[in-house]
Each structure stands twice: as C-alpha cells, then as structure tokens.
C-alpha cells in the first residue's frame, strides 16, 4: 500500500540565537519560521500522506505566543489537505503536564507520541485498509537516558513501517556536539526490519543505512556556523510494493558556510589582504550555487604578519562590513582564533632572554630521542602497537610547529 511523507527534525522554533545583535536575532526567528513553512508547502506541493517531526520541534522553556498561534495555522493548513503530522517529542519539547507541548490545542490531524512507551498508529486508505503504520514514543523529561529504540517491535511484514525517534544513535562520527539522550545502536533499529526510521537529534543530515533507510534529516536550518551547508528535510515515497525512495529537499533561506583563508603568511598590507580573502570567497561562493541568504564564517588561519592588527576589534569590523558590501552577503564574521603571527625564529636564538633559553631546550627535546621517550607521558592515544622508532616519530610529529607557538606565547602582545 503506497504511502509518502515528509520527514524533518530539530527544527528549535524560537531558539533564543543569544549573543547576536537585535536585528540578527530577529532575522534568524523569522527564518527559521519560514524554513517550517517551507516544510508545509513542500508536503502540500507533493501531495504526500503525513508529516513527521523526530522531535525539538520548539523548545518548551521559550515558545513564544505568535509561534505558538503560526505552528496551529499551519498545521490546520495541512489538515485542509487532508495530511497527517506524527510529532514524536525530543529532549527540548518533552511530553509531559508542566510542559507547554501539553496544553496546546493541537488540531485533529496532529497526532503527538505522549507517552514513554512505543505506540503504532495505524494509517488507513479511503477503503479502510492500512496503509502504513507509525511507530514512536515521547522523551518525557529534558534528559531521557533510556535506550528507547530496543523497545520498538518487530515489523509485520505486510505494510510499511516507519518508526519516528528523537535519539542519539552512537556508532556514527557526529556525536561528539550532542548529548547522551535515548542513546542506541544502529543495530537496535536494523532488528526491527522497519521500512524507514525517521530519526532526530544529531544535526548533521546522514544516511545511517540506505537498504532499509535509517535517516538522520538533521535540523532544518543552520543555527550558527558550526552547522553549514544545505538543511531541510526528506520527501519519503513508499509504493505498492512496498519500496522506498527518498530525496533531500533544502527548505532553509539562509545557509552558513566557514571560509577558510590560509595563503596570508606573506601579506603586510591591507590592500593584499583583502584582495586574497576575496579571491577566496569568490571561488567558494561559486561552488555554493545558492540564492538563498547567505551567512559566512571567514576563519584566517596559519602564520600572517598582520596578526597583532587583528587585536583591534575595528580592524575586525572594517573586514567584515568590507566583505559584506563587496560580495552583498548578509552576515560575515571573521575569525582569527587559528591566526598566528609570523616570527623569524631563529633570530630570538642565542640571546640572554627567557625565549631563547625555551627554544634551546625545546630544540634539546626534539633532536634527543632518549629525552623524547623519557618525556612522553605513561598513556598516550595514537602509540599503541608502535615500536621506539615509530613512537619518536610519532612525538616529534606532534610537536611540529609548538616552538611558533612558545614564540607567540612568550612575545605577548609586543611586536617582534
Ligand atoms: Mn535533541
């Protein structure tokens, strides 16, 4: 029995965006605002069956009333179209009586999981036939440690089935950002032979298996600029014969990107300076094939000797609003946490100073393989299995470049 719908996650409407200014916060609400409308319009467009939301749809502590009165709108729309939202609530929109998810009126066709154990809700045709069965189960507190997924049952084979989940599955690389919450295996998911796993949580979009999808949508839109590239959400299509197909649809206006700019180590002047970055930017914003907002991080990085410039926040903001007018980009910041300065190391060596005695005895460490070995602390990751030889190697690797830092550390703020 044929059955499509849209699967989105992680959409934090009214995320707070502290520490922007008034003006940004106010453009990042409204867009993420519009990325879930963009989610409506893209489940009416394609005329699927349902929506599923794998939970932080909002976040309890901060909904606001006008988001709490677009969410019914919308969701009405969708109930005029005669399509269904599964919402199965995450660790920011827990189920439960203090909560706001629990007072609001949800319009008839909005099915929410409010309880901590698994429940299947059939869909049915105009015939009265199922079409397809939802699983899910609700994070009741702010800090679910259960592993939820171990309680879904096993699929029955003759229809879809498509199991809806806020969890963090933890055999993928993208964990390390997100907490401990409903954790599982993928092997937790695979046993129960669903036809999709719609999951949420981890932001970054992933496929955890294809055969069988196991899908991560990530979150709708990028919050900062850690979180780049496209975000939306997926167009799931089940057919008669019970294969699934699926697409990734961006839904977000805007997109952060990181820019990294690391060719300035010979660069003594604005004028130059400007000219590399933009070369760069125009290169990168080429490959984006975006018309959305754009919002850039421009990370400086590697040696330049214009880094104690970059001390001065002036400096900072004349970059910024330089790059802004230049390329019409929306927002840009500029980083320069991984900027270092540019120092002729040699010339501090052999001199009656603190600096120059600090690089003879890192100098003394690096050539003197005995002292190495004595000096490595008693565990150590990325040694094992290795032999003296390889693990000297491995050491001197790892202090490449730690006498640029000394240098900058022990200069300060003086110019060298
Ligand atoms: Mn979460």
Redesign the pocket.
Known sequence: MAFSFVHIA?VHLDTPFKSRDENLRRFLRNSLRESFKAAIDLAISERVDALLIA??FFDNDTLSFSTEKFILDVFKQLDKENINVFYAP???DPYGHSHRISKIPWPKNVYIFNQSNVEAVNVYDDNGNIKAVVLGAAHKSKNESRNIAEDFPKSKLNVPHIGLL?CLVLDTNTICD??R?APCLIKDLEVKDYTYWAL??IHKRQELQKNKPIMYSGNIMGRNSKETGAKGGYLVRINDAGEVTYSFNELSHIRWEEIIVDNISNVTNYEELKKRIFEKIEQEILKYEFDGELLIKVSLKGQCPLRFEFDDIENITELEDDIKAYFGIFYVEVSVDDLKMSIEIDKYKNQPHVLSKALEIFDDIKEDDELLLKLKPENLAGISGKDDEETVIYLRSLLKGADMDIATYLLGGDKP
Request: no cysteine; hydrophobic share 0%; charged share 25%.
């Open positions: 992680d939970g932080d995450g660790n920011h806020h997100h907490e919450y949420g949580h």
